[in-house]
C-alpha cells in the first residue's frame, strides 16, 4: 500500500469541531464509518456500530442543500465532485449517529481509549483500579484538544455551560463518597479488581448495586442525573472548576523547550509555574477573572478554596516536611506533622484530623503500620456510618484502645500515601493497609491540591456542622479584611 | 503568560535538565513568596545539600562497616528528599542502593546471593550519586546566585 492512496477527509459531529479521518482513496461510505468510529472511539465507538452511523454533505454554495451519503458511495470522488479543490474545515461531513440507545456496555470492553488516563500523572495508570477518583479530569485532558472528549461532553445532554463547573464540584464529592462509603462500612478499602479490569467500572457496572453503598446518597446523584446511563462521559469529561484552567496551549510541549511544559512522565499535568501565584491563593481572588460568575448557592466557596480541613503530614525527611509544609501552610489549611507511624497515631488520636499525608516508610512505626493501627481504632471505636452494625468479629475494644473525645471523630479519616517507589506491590499494600488514595514522589502540587480539596470536600459533607461553622467564620473573616481596607 | 528571560544564571532555565527536573522543582519555586524573594527554595535547597553530605557521610561509615541493610535505608531515605526536589538521577542511584541494601539487584526484582557483588554494585553507585550530587549542588548554586561556589 502506498501512501499515495491515502487521503485525510474531515468529518464533525453536529456543533462540533471537525476532526480529520484517514481513509483510502477508493473507500467506500462504508469504509469511512469504521474510520469514524475508531476516531471517536469514545464517544461513538462505544455505543453504536458502524452501520448505524450517517454521513451528510452539504453542497459548498448552498448549506441548505445537504444530502445523505449511501454506504456504497465512493467518498473520494463524491467529495471532489460537491468541493473541487478539496474539501476545506468549515465543509466537514457531518456524522449523523441514531437517536441514542441505551448504552449497553460490556463489562470489559475492549476499545476504550482513556485519553484522560494518559495525561494522568502515572502513578493512577496502574492497572488496576485506581484509588483516586477517576471522574477527574486531567487538566491536560481538558485543554488538549481531544475531539473525543469534545465530543462526548456533547452527548451529555444537560450540561449547560452554565453548571458545569457546579455540578462538577458536586461529582467529585459523588464519588469520593461512594469510595469513602466503603471504606466505612467496612473498615476496608474495597477488594482489588484483578489486574485489566476496567477503571471505573465499580461505581457503575450495570448490577451493581451503587446506590447501595451510599445511603447518605449525596445531592450529587441528582446533580448528574446522566451519570447512570452514560457513566464515562459526563462526569470524566466536564471541564474542571475555573479555577484550574490551564495555561494557554498555543505551545506545544517540546523536550527542547523545558519551560513550555514538563518533560517528565507528567507531561500533560500543567506546568505548575504558569498559575501557581493563581492557584494558591485560596481566597480565589485571582481566579476570579476566570471563574462564571459566582453563583448565590453556597457550592462556589468549596470551589474557590480549600475546606475547613486539618491535615496530618507525616514524613520523616525534613526536607520533603519542609516542602509538605510550605505547601499545606499556602492552602491555608490547619495542620499538624509527625515524624513517624507511632506519632502519627498518636496525634491522631487526639482527633479533629479529616485527612493524612502518609509517607510510606518510616522509622519505628511504618506508615502502613500506622495506617492499619488507625483503622483498627476506627472499627472498634465505631467511627463511622455503618460501623456499629458491622462488628468485626474477634476484636475487642480494650481500654487503651478508647478515644479521648469521640465527638471528634466524625468519620473515618482519609488516609493518602505518599510513596517514592513506583512499585505496584507497594501501592497494592497502601490500599490494603486502608490507605485511600496513594500518590509517588515527587509529588505534583497541582495533584495534591487537588486531593486536599477533594477529600476536604468529601469530609465537610459529612461533617456539615464544622463546615458551617468554618463558612460562617471564613465570611466573618472577609468581612473584617473588608472593614479594615475600608479604613 | 508571562515569558522567562532565556538561560540567564538565576533562571530556570539555566538549570541543566538531565540533573534536574523543571517541573518539579519550579513547584518549589512555587512555594516562594516571589520570584525575588527565594527564601523558602533556597533554604530548603540548602538544607537539602547538607542532609545530603550527611547521609553520603553515614553511607562511607555503614560501607566500611558492611552494614548493607543500613546503606538500603539511607538510599531510602536520600531518595525521598531528592525526589522532592526533582533531582531525577540522584533519585536513581539512591533506589538503586535501597535495593542493592537488600541483597538484590539494582531494581531490586532479582535476589542477589554474593554479597561480594553487592558491595561492589554499592560501592560504585554510591560513587555515582556523590558525582551526581555534586553536579546538581554546582547547578542548583548557580541558580541561586551563590557565586563562590563555581571554582569549587
Known amino acids: 500500500m502506498t501512501k499515495e492512496l491515502h487521503r485525510k477527509i474531515w468529518v464533525k459531529r453536529p456543533g462540533a469541531s471537525p476532526t480529520l479521518v484517514q481513509i483510502r482513496e477508493n473507500d467506500l461510505m ?23 452511523i450517517t454521513l451528510r454533505i452539504v453542497a459548498r454554495d448552498d448549506p441548505s442543500l445537504e444530502q445523505t451519503l449511501g454506504p456504497d458511495e465512493e467518498i473520494c470522488r463524491t467529495l471532489d465532485t460537491y468541493y473541487p479543490g478539496g474539501q476545506t474545515v468549515d465543509e466537514a461531513l457531518i456524522i449523523d449517529v441514531p437517536h441514542r440507545r441505551t448504552p449497553r456496555q460490556s463489562p470489559r470492553p475492549t476499545q476504550i481509549v482513556y485519553y484522560d488516563d494518559q495525561s494522568r500523572p ?9 484509588p483516586m477518583p477517576p471522574n477527574v479530569p486531567s487538566p491536560a485532558a481538558i485543554t488538549s484538544t481531544s475531539h473525543e472528549s469534545r465530543h462526548s461532553r456533547d452527548l451529555s445532554l444537560s450540561q449547560t455551560h452554565s453548571n458545569h463547573s457546579h455540578s462538577h464540584s458536586l461529582g467529585h464529592s459523588s464519588f469520593d463518597q461512594t469510595r469513602s462509603m466503603t471504606v466505612l462500612s467496612t473498615g476496608q478499602v474495597p477488594p482489588l479488581p484483578s489486574p485489566g479490569g476496567t477503571r471505573r467500572s465499580h461505581l457503575t457496572r450495570p448490577g451493581r448495586p451503587a446506590n447501595v453503598r451510599q445511603p447518605t446518597a449525596s445531592p450529587t446523584a441528582l446533580a448528574n442525573p446522566h451519570r447512570s446511563s452514560r457513566p464515562h462521559d459526563s462526569g470524566d469529561l466536564a471541564p474542571a472548576p475555573a479555577i484550574i484552567s490551564t495555561p494557554p496551549t498555543e505551545h506545544p ?17 500543567p506546568r505548575p509555574k504558569g498559575r501557581r501565584r493563581m492557584r494558591l491563593r485560596p481566597d480565589g481572588t485571582n ?19 480549600v475546606p475547613p480541613i486539618n491535615v496530618l503530614i507525616v514524613e520523616d525527611n525534613h526536607i520533603n516536611l519542609k516542602l509538605l509544609e510550605q505547601f499545606i501552610r499556602r492552602l491555608k489549611v490547619r495542620w499538624a506533622s509527625a515524624q513517624n507511624g507511632r506519632e502519627a497515631v498518636n496525634k491522631w488520636r487526639t482527633g479533629g484530623f479529616h485527612l493524612v499525608l502518609m509517607d510510606i516508610q518510616l522509622p519505628i512505626m511504618s506508615g502502613l503500620e500506622a495506617t492499619k493501627e488507625i483503622r483498627r481504632l476506627e472499627r472498634v ?27 471528634l471523630f466524625k468519620s473515618p479519616v482519609i488516609i493518602v500515601a505518599l510513596t517514592a517507589s513506583n512499585l505496584q506491590s507497594d501501592r497494592h499494600e497502601a490500599l490494603a493497609a486502608g490507605c485511600n488514595d496513594f500518590l509517588t514522589k515527587p509529588v505534583n502540587f497541582v495533584w495534591l ?25 471564613s465570611q466573618n473573616d472577609e468581612g473584617a479584611e473588608k472593614k479594615k481596607e475600608e479604613k | 503568560m508571562f515569558r522567562r528571560e532565556q538561560s540567564e544564571p538565576g533562571s530556570v532555565a539555566s538549570l541543566p535538565t538531565d540533573v534536574i527536573d523543571i517541573s518539579t522543582f519550579e513547584q518549589i519555586l512555587g512555594m516562594d513568596d516571589s520570584d525575588e524573594d527565594r527564601d523558602f527554595s533556597k533554604g530548603l535547597v540548602y538544607s537539602f545539600f547538607s ?71 554499592l560501592l560504585q553507585t554510591i560513587r555515582d550519586a556523590k558525582n551526581q550530587f555534586g553536579e546538581a549542588e554546582r547547578a542548583l548554586k548557580r541558580f541561586f546566585g551563590d557565586v563562590s561556589s563555581q571554582e569549587k
Open chain 1, 449 to 473: 491540591e487537588r486531593k486536599v480539596k477533594e477529600w476536604g470536600c468529601m469530609q465537610a459533607l459529612i461533617d456539615f456542622d464544622g463546615w458551617r461553622k468554618w463558612k460562617d467564620f
Open chain 1, 30 to 52: 462504508d469504509g469511512v464509518r469504521e474510520m469514524i468510529l475508531k476516531k471517536y472511539a469514545n464517544s461513538l465507538g462505544r455505543y453504536f456500530d458502524a452501520p448505524d
Open chain 1, 381 to 407: 471505636n465505631g467511627i463511622g456510618v455503618l460501623a456499629n452494625s458491622t462488628p468485626t468479629p474477634g476484636e475487642e475494644k480494650s481500654e487503651g484502645d478508647k478515644l479521648v473525645d469521640r465527638s
Open chain 1, 253 to 269: 510541549p517540546t523536550a527542547a523547550q523545558p519551560t513550555s511544559r514538563p518533560t517528565t512522565p507528567r507531561v500533560s499535568s
Open chain 1, 287 to 305: 481566579s476570579a477573572a476566570t471563574t462564571p460568575a459566582p453563583m448565590s448557592l453556597s457550592i462556589p466557596t468549596i470551589e474557590t478554596s
Open chain 1, 122 to 130: 502515572f502513578e493512577h495508570g496502574g492497572d488496576y483500579f485506581p
Open chain 2, 51 to 121: 542532609q545530603a553530605e550527611s547521609t553520603f557521610q553515614e553511607m562511607d561509615e555503614n560501607f566500611e562497616n558492611k552494614d548493607i541493610l543500613k546503606l538500603s535505608s539511607l538510599g531510602h531515605f536520600l531518595k525521598g528528599s531528592s525526589a522532592a526536589l526533582g533531582l531525577t538521577k540522584l533519585k536513581d542511584s539512591c533506589e538503586k542502593i535501597q535495593n542493592l541494601g537488600t541483597r538484590r539487584d539494582e531494581t531490586g526484582m532479582r535476589e542477589e546471593p554474593d554479597m561480594d557483588v553487592s558491595l561492589k554494585k
